[in-house]
C-alpha cells in the first residue's frame, strides 16, 4: 500500500485541525479518519484508497463512553465499540433491536474492534466498488456496474444512479430509535437526526454515502428518552452464510402497544437500498391495527411499494416481506 503518515491527535479539537480546512471533496481523498480501522485498512490493502494521512481517534479519551440518563436518553462515544453495544445490560434491556444488530455485526473478534463511528461511516461492499481494477460511479467511474451486472447484493429500493447497499447493522436500528448523530467540525458542532445524516446517489452524492464533510468528525450518537410506556423492538437480519456475513436484508422495528394494538411504529429496512430504508408509509398503516396475518401482510407490501429489483436481486422482495412477517409475530408474542 501506499506510505501514509499517522497522526494521533489527543483530543477531538487537535483532530480537527489536522483535517484539512473547507470543502474540497478531494481532501477527503488525502486525509482519512479511523476508529476501529476495520473497513479502512482493507480498502488501504486493495488499493481503493491511497490517503496520504491518517488521523486516528483511538487516543482520543471519552469518545468510548455509553451514557443512560435519569430519564432514559442514551448517549453513545463514536469510538464505543460493538461489541460494547452487545454486551451493555442496561442498553439491551432499554433497546433490545440494538443490542441484536450489534450482536449480528460481523464476528465477536471484529465486534471487540470494530467502532460504533465505523460501522455507521464504513463503506459500500459492492464488488465492482471493492475491486481495485475497475472504475465504478462510487470511484469517479460513469456508471454503476452493477446496473445490468452482476447485481445479486445491490439495492431494490432508492437506487440510481448507483445500486449501493448501505452495509451497516446498527444504523438502521438506530433510526428507528429516532436517533440522532452529533458532530464537531472546524466550523462549530451540529446535530443531524441520523436518518438524514446518509445520503442517497441521487441527492448529488455519488462518491460519499453520508453528510460528513472533510473538516466534520461524528463524535456521538444520541437516542431519545422514549415516549410512553409499551414498547417493544427487535431487529432481524437474514444472511447468505450463518454468521460473519452482511445483510442480504434486515429488518428494525420497534412499536408500542396499547390494548393489544399498535399505537405507534417504527420500520427501517436494511441491506436494500443505498441508506436505511425507513418505511413511513408502512407505519401508518400498522397504527390501530392488531398484529395478525392480513396486517403483517399488508405491511409487507407497503413497506416494499415501489421496489425495482435487477436481474439477480429480485428475491430481495419476498425476502424482506417475510423478515417484515416474522419482526411481527415476535414483537406479538412479546
Known amino acids: 500500500m501506499k506510505a501514509f503518515d499517522h497522526l494521533r491527535p489527543a483530543s477531538v479539537e487537535q483532530a480537527l485541525e489536522l483535517l484539512p480546512a473547507g470543502r474540497d471533496p478531494a481532501a477527503r481523498e488525502r486525509t482519512r479518519l ?11 490493502k486493495d488499493r ?21 440518563s435519569a430519564t432514559r436518553e442514551v448517549s453513545i462515544g463514536a469510538l464505543a465499540t460493538v461489541g460494547a453495544l452487545e454486551r451493555h445490560l442496561r442498553l439491551g434491556s432499554l433497546h433490545p ?20 463511528g465505523g460501522n455507521l461511516c464504513q463503506r459500500p461492499r459492492c464488488w465492482y466498488y471493492r475491486h481495485s481494477a475497475i472504475d465504478c460511479i462510487k470511484k469517479g467511474g460513469a456508471v454503476c456496474l452493477a446496473y445490468g451486472g452482476l447485481n445479486k447484493y445491490n439495492a431494490i429500493l432508492g437506487g440510481g444512479p448507483s445500486y449501493i447497499v448501505h452495509p451497516s447493522d446498527l444504523a438502521p436500528a438506530l433510526v ?29 452524492a455519488i462518491l460519499r454515502e453520508n453528510v460528513l464533510g472533510p473538516d466534520e468528525i461524528l463524535t456521538r450518537v444520541r437516542i431519545p428518552p422514549p415516549q410512553g410506556d409499551g414498547w417493544r423492538s427487535t431487529y432481524l437480519k437474514f444472511r447468505e452464510r450463518g454468521s460473519y ?15 393489544g394494538r399498535i399505537a405507534e411504529a417504527h420500520l427501517v429496512l436494511g441491506g436494500v437500498a443505498p441508506i436505511p430504508w425507513r418505511c413511513e408509509a408502512a407505519e401508518k398503516l400498522l397504527v ?7 396486517t403483517c401482510a399488508a405491511a409487507g ?15 430481495k422482495v419476498p425476502l424482506a416481506k417475510g423478515l417484515i412477517t416474522k419482526a411481527l409475530q415476535k414483537l406479538a408474542a412479546a
Open 34 to 44: 479511523v476508529a476501529g480501522g476495520q473497513d479502512l485498512y482493507g480498502e488501504l
Open 48 to 68: 481503493i484508497i491511497a490517503p496520504d494521512e491518517l488521523v486516528d481517534l483511538k487516543g482520543i479519551p471519552g469518545l468510548d463512553v455509553i451514557e443512560i
Open 97 to 116: 433491536l440494538l443490542k441484536e444488530a450489534a450482536a449480528s455485526v460481523a464476528s465477536p473478534q471484529i465486534r471487540n474492534v470494530g467502532t460504533l
Open 176 to 204: 428507528a430509535l429516532g436517533a440522532e448523530a452529533q458532530i464537531a467540525g472546524q466550523r462549530g458542532a451540529r446535530s443531524v437526526p441520523l436518518e438524514r445524516f446518509f445520503t442517497l446517489p441521487s441527492e448529488g
Open 245 to 259: 456475513d452482511f445483510a442480504l436484508a434486515s429488518v428494525a422495528l420497534a412499536l408500542r402497544i396499547e390494548g
Open 288 to 294: 390501530g391495527r392488531a398484529i395478525d396475518a392480513a
Open 301 to 315: 407490501e407497503k413497506a416494499l411499494e415501489g421496489a425495482q429489483p435487477m436481474e439477480y436481486n429480485g428475491y
